[in-house]
């Protein structure tokens, strides 16, 4: 069993950037795809970006392509989402998963472990 804690939400003007990070508990994080999703207020929860067990792969929605970037260090258990060039419509509470058999998930189901999340608000 893995359980994950996000951090590094918070405010920041449009056109800021912020860090998240996801800290993994257990001895086999790099057993896990990993997963950022994101869900705004009345909306369903979606695919952010994902990566590989190995951190060579990674995986985007378009939306995000070229302003966010995902990474991750294996041996701190943790994944990380940079995201650059924020805007107001990024608002969102955040949330890391772990996936123990998929790879380039990009649908909630196919997650076996979730964070409680963290909360991102981009002020115009």
């Known amino acids: 069993q893995v359980q994950l804690v996000e951090s590094g939400g918070g405010l920041v003007q449009a056109g800021g950037s912020l860090r998240l990070s996801c800290s993994a508990s257990?001895?086999?994080?790099?057993?896990?795809?990993m997963g950022w999703f994101r869900q705004a207020p009345g909306k369903e929860r979606e695919f952010v970006a994902g990566?590989?067990?190995?951190?060579?792969?990674?995986y985007y929605a378009d939306s995000m392509k070229g302003r966010f970037t995902i990474f991750r260090d294996n041996a701190k258990n943790t994944v990380y989402l940079q995201m650059n060039s924020l805007k107001p419509e990024d608002t969102a509470i955040y949330f890391c998963?772990?996936?123990?058999?998929?790879?380039?998930?990009?649908?909630?189901?196919?997650?076996?472990?979730w964070g409680q999340g963290t909360q991102v608000t981009v002020s115009s």
């Open positions: 257990g001895r086999t994080f790099d057993n896990y795809y």
């Open positions: 990566i590989s067990r190995t951190g060579g792969s990674t």
């Open positions: 998963a772990a996936s123990r058999f998929s790879t380039g998930a990009t649908t909630p189901r196919l997650y076996d472990y």
